[in-house]
């Protein structure tokens, strides 16, 4: 499968608990994005990397999120001390700045955060 | 504030009858419009882009600068039609990450 994955799939946490998550983009995407997505709303921009910089992070990242793209493949969320408001569905995206697919973004199936 | 609305949360219409999605959009500079889609138990997709000028399973979008619409049509609509729909925008040639709307839920009926 040459698409988006993630990891988990699901996670169920207590509140107060720290929580990663990882995703895997498409081998020859350069940029990474992470979005958030509570019931009944459409993704919601969280933040950004092009290679393994993150050069844009939204308002909605709070202190309590990091995110991390290493060596410009997998990137890593991380949400500490986690509270209720925090479950929703993670969603990461990766695209091209080049090829006929230019800055097309191609989704991954999500992460759902369920915090008790 | 650069914001898409979709005012429609559910639509359901009858197979073969035409199928209008409608987006409004708010930015300040030139942006770049899509159209993605989530099937049931997948993941979601593009399924347009303004710039491209594509018609893609039949459906086309066209960009009304002047009423900042990018409203999805469809002539005939088909059971397989049926899914989540969201319209979003990024800035051209910004580093594109995606303003979306709510979402509407297309329901074709057979």
């Known amino acids: 499968d040459t698409g988006v994955s993630q990891n988990p799939r699901h996670k169920i946490t207590k509140r107060g608990q720290n929580v990663t998550f990882r995703c895997d983009p498409i081998?020859?995407?350069?940029?990474l994005y992470w979005y958030r997505q509570t019931l009944g709303q459409g993704p919601e921009f969280l933040t950004y990397f092009q290679n393994e910089a993150q050069l844009e992070k939204s308002r909605l990242l709070s202190d309590r999120f990091s995110a991390e793209r290493p060596k410009g493949s997998f990137s890593t969320l991380e949400i500490q001390r986690t509270e209720q408001g925090d479950s929703a569905m993670y969603l990461c995206?990766?695209?091209?700045?080049?090829?006929?697919?230019?800055?097309?973004?191609?989704f991954g199936p999500g992460t759902r955060l369920t915090v008790l | 504030a650069q914001r898409v609305t979709q005012p429609e949360k559910l639509l359901s219409v009858f197979k073969g009858a035409p199928v209008e999605l409608k987006c409004n959009y708010s930015y300040s500079g030139s942006p770049e419009l899509f159209w993605y889609v989530q099937y049931s138990r997948q993941r979601l997709q593009l399924l347009l882009r303004h710039i491209s000028r594509e018609s893609i399973k039949g459906f086309t979008a066209d960009l009304n600068k002047g009423e900042t619409s990018f409203h999805l049509k469809k002539p005939f609509a088909q059971e397989e039609d049926s899914a989540m729909y969201y319209c979003a925008l990024s800035g051209l040639g910004s580093q594109g990450n995606l303003i979306f709307g709510k979402g509407t839920k297309l329901s074709v009926k057979p």
């Open positions: 995206a990766s695209s091209s700045t080049g090829g006929s697919s230019y800055n097309e973004q191609f």
């Open positions: 081998s020859e995407h350069n940029r």
